[in-house]
């Protein structure tokens, strides 16, 4: 499968029902889903491999990580109604996932991989936070996207650093999110994110 053909499968899945502002719902658009799963499959650390997508919302990135050929997915949500979306994308993908219903800090399986898109930490600060001590927690290769501001570079860094890995900026991706919250005055808001490789030490 081509990178471009994994984007515009990705971008055709159904997204949130009922978008949660609290819980920072805005599913990845499908060309940065690809570029962050080529990006990880390039590095070999997706095919064969066993695989964790934390907060995994509709399912993107789970369902891209099994189409790439990953041995097992695990995806992870708390909120049952997105997981019910993820399910439908997984099967019309043909993409055999194991999802849990459960907040993320009580995911326990160790994994070679994780894959996420956490809440920007735009709406509660610091909501990215249990996502990277989770991840840290159960892999050693990490691929994540946050908002590519001074600040929130210099977090991560630091953050990383003081719990063992070490953090890669890989590429910078313009990020679209839809209107759908009400403080969003535009109908499409244009931020730009940074997609991060995570190694430990
Ligand atoms: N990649 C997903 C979107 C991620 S948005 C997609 O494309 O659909 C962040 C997701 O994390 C949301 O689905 C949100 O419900 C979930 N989430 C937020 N806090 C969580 C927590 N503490 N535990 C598990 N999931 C959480």
Same mark, same amino acid.
């Given at each position: 499968?081509?990178?471009?053909?994994?984007?515009?499968?990705?971008?055709?899945?159904?997204?949130? #029902?009922? $978008?949660?502002?609290? /819980?920072?719902?805005?599913?990845? #658009?499908?060309?940065?889903?690809?570029?962050?799963?080529?990006?990880?499959? !390039?590095?070999?650390?997706?095919?064969?491999?066993?695989?964790? %997508? /934390?907060?995994?919302?509709?399912?993107?990135?789970?369902?891209?990580?099994?189409? /790439?050929?990953?041995?097992?997915?695990?995806?992870?949500?708390? @909120?049952?109604?997105? /997981?019910?979306?993820?399910?439908?994308?997984?099967?019309?993908?043909?993409?055999?996932?194991?999802?849990?219903?459960? @907040?993320?800090?009580?995911?326990?399986?160790?994994? %070679?991989?994780?894959?996420?898109? $956490? #809440?920007?930490? !735009?709406?509660?600060?610091?909501? @990215?936070? $249990?996502?990277?001590?989770?991840?840290?927690?159960?892999?050693?290769?990490?691929? !994540?996207?946050?908002?590519?501001? $001074?600040?929130?570079?210099?977090?991560?860094?630091?953050? !990383?650093?003081?719990?063992?890995?070490?953090?890669?900026?890989?590429?910078?991706? #313009?990020?679209?999110?839809?209107?759908?919250?009400?403080?969003?005055?535009?109908?499409?808001?244009?931020?730009?994110? @940074?997609?991060?490789?995570?190694?430990?030490?």
């Amino acid at each position: 499968m081509r990178k471009k053909h994994l984007a515009m499968l990705l971008s055709r899945l159904e997204g949130f #029902p009922e $978008p949660k502002p609290e /819980l920072e719902q805005y599913r990845t #658009p499908g060309d940065v889903a690809a570029e962050l799963l080529w990006l990880a499959h !390039s590095a070999g650390d997706i095919e064969g491999k066993v695989v964790a %997508d /934390l907060g995994t919302g509709t399912g993107v990135l789970a369902v891209g990580a099994k189409l /790439l050929g990953a041995e097992r997915v695990y995806a992870v949500e708390v @909120d049952g109604k997105a /997981l019910k979306v993820a399910r439908k994308n997984a099967e019309r993908a043909g993409a055999e996932i194991e999802f849990i219903n459960a @907040d993320v800090s009580e995911f326990e399986e160790k994994v %070679d991989t994780v894959i996420m898109n $956490p #809440p920007f930490g !735009s709406q509660r600060k610091g909501a @990215d936070r $249990p996502f990277l001590l989770k991840a840290f927690e159960v892999a050693d290769r990490v691929y !994540s996207i946050h908002l590519a501001k $001074p600040e929130v570079r210099n977090f991560i860094k630091k953050f !990383s650093a003081d719990n063992g890995f070490t953090a890669i900026r890989l590429t910078t991706v #313009p990020f679209e999110i839809p209107a759908q919250f009400r403080f969003h005055r535009k109908r499409l808001e244009r931020i730009l994110a @940074d997609i991060y490789r995570f190694e430990r030490y």
